[in-house]
């Protein structure tokens, strides 16, 4: 069993950074590979980045690549988003995820545990 628990979001101007953070509970947290998705209002939950068991693979969607950077932290349990160059369309509810799988490509029914989500809002 795993529990998964946001922090970090909240409001930035376009153009602005937002550092998001999972805990991670359970001793198996090493065996996940982790992930974040958004859902923005309206629209489906999506993949944003996810990194792999071992920390040495990391994947990104198109759309953050270049702006986002995910990493892991073993001794704390803790999985991190870096959002960089914020836009508006970034604008939705994050969501931490933990898949027992190898796939970076990350696909909502892959994941095993979902965190609740912390909301980060972009204005322009």
């Known amino acids: 069993q795993v529990q998964l628990v946001e922090s970090g979001g909240g409001l930035v101007q376009a153009g602005g950074s937002l550092r998001l953070s999972c805990a991670a509970s359970?001793?198996?947290?090493?065996?996940?590979?982790m992930g974040w998705f958004r859902q923005a209002p309206g629209k489906e939950r999506e993949f944003v980045a996810s990194?792999?068991?071992?920390?040495?693979?990391?994947y990104y969607a198109n759309s953050v690549k270049g702006r986002f950077t995910i990493s892991r932290d073993y001794a704390k349990n803790t999985v991190l988003l870096q959002m960089n160059s914020l836009k508006a369309e970034d604008t939705a509810v994050y969501y931490c995820?933990?898949?027992?799988?190898?796939?970076?490509?990350?696909?909502?029914?892959?994941?095993?545990?979902w965190g609740k989500g912390t909301l980060v809002t972009v204005s322009s």
């Open positions: 995820a933990a898949a027992l799988t190898a796939t970076m490509i990350l696909a909502n029914y892959d994941i095993n545990y």
């Open positions: 359970g001793r198996t947290f090493s065996s996940y590979t």
């Open positions: 990194i792999s068991w071992s920390g040495g693979n990391t």
